[in-house]
């Protein structure tokens, strides 16, 4: 059973909606209507302990054996072993009145894990045609804490794509732009307690060269300049320090994870680009331009609970950036988010469509309760509080860039499933989106349905 990390959204067509129409408030009555899920997890949470034994026993980690008794039942689990992992991850993200071609979306991906202890190297790779994304590492020497790191990634989506303002589709900026990079450099990596095989400090250093490219659409507005093909060099610091215990179902139980992420890029062939409408981030310089971002994650009991059952967890985001364009800005929430090492650097907004907002600046927590009902069935409840830069209308129709709060309340569960899989389905309704029904409003809603499975 495992959670996997970072798979992109495959969008497809949904129905639009007309843009620039006034805005209208709305209650947070529908969002109380829609919580059903949080009282069904509350009610497993309450009942759950009758059927299972071990109600003080620690929670079973991850790759280790466990047994246990349900329904009078003895369920083994053998163990596994979590340097090498082969999983397939599909799913189904549903936004109510969300953004056209964002309202319906599933989303896959492979996932590939090697961790050749003995030999030092490691490989992690995520793949979906559209979006790969690939690290591996290789000792300088058997035992050498330093590294000789290479990375690729590719974006290739063969048609146009456009923005969101107030989830209004801005369709005359829509253009087909694709890019892939290679890179490679050197980094430092050692083992830190507890001692399994993900943690580790680890920091490096590459040199990224790609290449972006661009096109038109059957949609681009007459008046949209198109951007320059361009070879694009990047330097990239990395830090990732994870000292994390995690339960059978790959979930955070115990500890602390942090670091962060600093690039500087450089566009060899650059021109003044984009559309009227959008006075920032299109008109400024963005040839040369620099980003930063950071993750923080904890994991712990409840104070004053004996059990280990149940857990606090804690996760924070933060980016900034300058001279970013609609091309190298952050995109949240990204892709959608899990526990391994690497992907818990992903940022995670519940409630908000795939690329939906486009920040130079973000900070984002998320406080999370989690329950054990059984060792393979797991039901949360999740607050989030974000201060997020996006694209809005002005009174005379134009658009810029103002920092909002966008605060979210959810739950869901994460549940063990036949064939060795693991499903989880996630409800959020996030108060600071907005949404289009009968007329833009402040508020929407999220499902997330969400399946692994080891091969």
Not at 164 to 177: R, S
Not at 246 to 255: A, K, P, S, Y
Request: aromatic content about 14%.
């Amino acid at each position: 059973m495992l959670r996997l990390s970072t798979a992109p959204f495959i969008p497809i067509h949904a129905q639009g909606n007309d843009f620039r129409r006034p805005i209208r408030q709305e209650s947070f009555r529908p969002a109380l209507t829609h919580l059903g899920m949080l009282v069904l997890a509350i009610c497993l949470m309450v009942i759950s302990p009758r059927f299972a034994s071990g109600e003080g026993t620690d929670t079973p980690l991850a790759g280790e054996p466990h047994q246990a008794e349900i329904f009078g039942q003895e369920i083994h689990v053998p163990p596994r072993d979590r340097r090498h992992v082969t999983a397939i991850n599909i799913g189904m993200n549903w936004i109510p009145d969300g953004p056209k071609r964002l309202e319906l979306l599933p989303f896959g991906a492979l996932f590939v894990w090697r961790n050749w202890e003995d030999e030092n190297q490691r490989f992690r790779g995520t793949f979906s045609g559209v979006f790969n994304d690939i690290q591996y590492q290789r000792g300088l020497s058997s035992t050498s804490p330093w590294f000789a790191a290479m990375t690729f990634e590719n974006v290739i989506i063969p048609f146009g794509r456009y923005e969101y303002v107030e989830g209004q589709a801005i369709k005359d900026v829509d253009l087909q732009w694709n890019y892939l990079f290679a890179g490679i450099g050197i980094g430092y990596r050692t083992s830190v307690s507890p001692g399994f095989q993900d943690n580790v400090v680890e920091v490096s250093l590459t040199y990224e060269p790609g290449y972006r490219w661009f096109d038109r659409s059957s949609k681009t507005s007459n008046n949209f300049i198109v951007p320059q093909n361009t070879y694009e060099g990047r330097v990239h610091a990395r830090l990732r320090i994870d000292k994390f215990e995690r339960n059978l179902m790959e979930l955070l139980h115990h500890g602390f994870a942090f670091g962060g992420d600093a690039l500087y890029g450089h566009r060899a062939h650059w021109r003044q680009w984009g559309d009227p409408a959008f006075e920032t981030p299109d008109n400024h310089d963005d040839r040369t331009f620099m980003l930063a971002s950071f993750y923080a994650a904890l994991a712990g009991k409840v104070p004053w609970v004996p059990t280990e059952r149940h857990r606090l967890i804690v996760t924070m985001y933060g980016g900034i950036g300058k001279n970013l364009d609609r091309f190298s800005t952050f995109r949240l929430p990204g892709r959608p988010t899990g526990y391994e090492w690497e992907a818990l650097s992903r940022p995670l907004i519940p409630g908000v469509a795939f690329n939906e907002l486009f920040p130079r600046k973000y900070a984002i927590a998320n406080f999370t309760y989690r329950y054990e009902a059984l060792f393979f069935l797991y039901p949360y409840i999740r607050g989030t509080w974000s201060a997020i830069e996006r694209a809005r209308f002005t009174g005379d129709g134009s658009i810029r860039n103002q920092v909002d709060m966008l605060p979210a309340v959810g739950g869901g569960i994460v549940s063990g499933a036949p064939w060795g899989s693991q499903i989880e389905i996630n409800y959020s309704y996030n108060f600071g989106i907005y949404r289009d029904r009968h007329g833009p409003k402040l508020g929407g809603n999220s499902v997330v349905v969400f399946w692994s499975k080891l091969l």
